[in-house]
């Protein structure tokens, strides 16, 4: 098992900053990588971001590129997602996610979950 607890949710003005932390504890060697995903009212949950805890690599959903970066600190077992010129439709619930296989995009690759923090742009 993998617990996930994600911080740093909040309200911000459009255009502003927020960044969020994941921290994973428990059977932190059987995850491959960490994802980012995020559930507005009414829709689907969505990819955002992604990580490889070894290699470093990123990747990202079209609609957050070159605002957002995620990051981790491996020592800390640690996930960060950076998201700078916040927009209204950036607000959902964000959920961070641990895999141990599959590419990465869609929440079936994922196997454990956060219990998600608010985030809310106000225009």
């Known amino acids: 098992q993998v617990q996930l607890v994600e911080s740093g949710g909040g309200l911000v003005q459009a255009g502003g900053s927020l960044r969020l932390s994941c921290i994973a504890s428990?059977?932190?060697?059987?995850?491959?990588?960490m994802g980012w995903f995020r559930q507005a009212p009414g829709k689907k949950r969505a990819f955002v971001a992604g990580i490889y805890w070894s290699s470093g690599t990123t990747y990202y959903a079209d609609s957050v590129k070159g605002r957002f970066a995620i990051s981790r600190d491996n020592a800390k077992n640690t996930v960060h997602l950076q998201m700078n010129s916040l927009k209204p439709e950036d607000t959902a619930v964000y959920y961070c996610s641990s895999r141990s296989s599959g590419s990465g995009y869609f929440e079936r690759d994922y196997d454990y979950w956060g219990q998600g923090t608010q985030v809310t742009v106000s225009s």
């Open positions: 428990g059977r932190t060697l059987s995850s491959l990588a």
